[in-house]
Nanobody, 124 residues
């Protein structure tokens, strides 16, 4: 049984930074790609960032490129999302997801397990 637990969300001012964490259990974490997605109120869930199992490949949504960084620590079974230069448009519930393959994907339907989400609110 895979469990993904996100943490690190909060209420911040525009321009501030946050680091989200997602701790995984129940699988050999280093074998699987991970992704971050978000869902703003009244909107569909959207891709934010993804990282391959080894960490050698990453991908970002255009809206966060240059501001967000995804990383992973396979010794801690944890994936991170460093978010800098936050904007009100980044306000959403952020979800981490595990894909039971090594290659990353930007599509939510490619992911097999999801966390419960962590709220990020950015005010101007």
């Amino acid at each position: 049984q895979v469990q993904l637990v996100e943490s690190g969300g909060g209420l911040v001012q525009a321009g501030d930074s946050l680091r989200l964490s997602c701790a995984a259990s129940g699988r050999t974490f280093s074998n699987y790609a991970m992704g971050w997605f978000r869902q703003a109120p009244g909107k569909e869930r959207e891709f934010v960032a993804a990282i391959s199992a080894s960490g050698s490949s990453t991908s970002y949504a255009n809206s966060v490129k240059g501001r967000f960084t995804i990383s992973r620590d396979n010794t801690k079974d944890t994936v991170y999302l460093q978010m800098n230069g936050l904007k009100p448009g980044d306000t959403a519930v952020y979800y981490c997801a595990l894909r039971q393959l090594r290659l990353l994907s930007i599509y939510d339907y490619d992911y097999d397990h999801w966390g419960q989400g962590t709220h990020v609110t950015v005010f101007s």
